[in-house]
């Protein structure tokens, strides 16, 4: 089976711009999580989907938001970009969430924000 | 919610050496406990995994021990080789939440 993929891999941005990233999960899984990755904050939480619905949320503002597409591929949106949006967005499938199902993770998109 | 402190930040071992790594977690209802290795520029990739309701699991050369009344979680890889440097993370999940919370990581390094 292929693992999870992101799109695009690297991304520039200036301040105040929006941004959409991409995950296609495993083949067969349901849930996406999504991760921000910073040297300061380590690994922090974003949201996660399931079956098209948001069920869990981390502590990041209205300007983080997702979606989740009917066939299980899921995007992160960030609107009005600031400096410490600068990161590593991984995410994660897993087969059902909330199971102790095992969450791999995609290659991450790279974002800095100038 | 859920806090995980992980210990320690940093830690060199000599090759053929065992390697500890200790995280505690806040939440008792927590009951899922991955570990994932992260090397440089890649993705974190699962190396074990305990659930609540086991106190250790082995691996070949990596195990976790899990002490749920004192609510820690420990990871040890024997006979440490090159190819174990990485940066380490702990993680802690609730029942039917699919929210990781993560430890703050332990950069390994395995001297020749």
Same mark, same amino acid.
């Given at each position: 089976?292929?693992?999870?993929?992101?799109?695009?891999?690297?991304?520039?941005?200036? $301040?105040?711009?929006?941004?959409?990233?991409?995950?296609?999960?495993?083949?067969?899984?349901?849930?996406?999580?999504?991760?921000?990755?910073?040297?300061?904050?380590?690994?922090?939480?974003?949201?996660?989907?399931?079956?098209?619905?948001?069920?869990?949320?981390?502590?990041?503002?209205? $300007?983080?938001?997702?979606?989740?597409?009917?066939?299980? $591929?899921?995007?992160?949106?960030?609107?009005?970009?600031?400096?410490?949006?600068?990161?590593?967005?991984?995410?994660?499938?897993?087969? $059902?969430?909330?199971?102790?199902?095992?969450?791999?993770?995609?290659?991450?998109?790279?974002?800095?924000?100038? | 919610?859920?806090?995980?402190?992980?210990?320690?930040?940093?830690?060199?071992?000599?090759?053929?050496?065992?390697?500890?790594? =200790?995280?505690?977690?806040?939440?008792?209802?927590?009951?899922?406990?991955?570990?994932? =290795?992260?090397?440089?520029? =890649?993705?974190?990739?699962?190396?074990?995994?305990?659930?609540?309701?086991?106190?250790? =699991?082995?691996?070949?050369?990596?195990?976790?021990?899990?002490?749920?009344?004192?609510?820690?979680?420990?990871?040890?890889?024997?006979?440490?080789?090159?190819?174990?440097?990485?940066?380490?993370?702990?993680?802690?999940?609730?029942?039917?939440?699919?929210?990781?919370?993560?430890?703050?990581?332990?950069?390994?390094?395995?001297?020749?």
């Amino acid at each position: 089976k292929a693992g999870v993929t992101q799109t695009p891999r690297y991304l520039i941005k200036t $301040r105040g711009q929006q941004v959409t990233l991409s995950c296609s999960p495993i083949s067969g899984h349901r849930s996406v999580s999504w991760y921000q990755q910073t040297p300061g904050q380590g690994l922090q939480f974003l949201f996660e989907y399931f079956s098209e619905t948001q069920r869990n949320k981390g502590n990041f503002p209205g $300007r983080f938001s997702g979606r989740q597409f009917s066939n299980s $591929r899921s995007e992160m949106n960030v609107s009005t970009l600031e400096l410490g949006d600068s990161a590593l967005y991984l995410c994660a499938s897993s087969l $059902r969430g909330g199971h102790s199902d095992t969450q791999y993770f995609g290659p991450g998109t790279r974002l800095t924000v100038l | 919610g859920e806090n995980v402190e992980q210990h320690p930040s940093t830690l060199s071992v000599q090759e053929g050496d065992s390697a500890v790594i =200790k995280c505690t977690y806040s939440d008792s209802a927590s009951n899922y406990f991955p570990w994932y =290795k992260q090397e440089l520029g =890649k993705r974190p990739q699962l190396i074990i995994d305990i659930r609540s309701n086991v106190g250790e =699991k082995k691996d070949q050369r990596i195990a976790v021990t899990l002490n749920k009344t004192a609510k820690h979680f420990s990871l040890h890889i024997t006979e440490t080789q090159p190819e174990d440097s990485a940066v380490y993370f702990c993680a802690a999940r609730l029942a039917s939440v699919e929210k990781l919370t993560f430890g703050t990581g332990t950069r390994l390094t395995i001297i020749p």
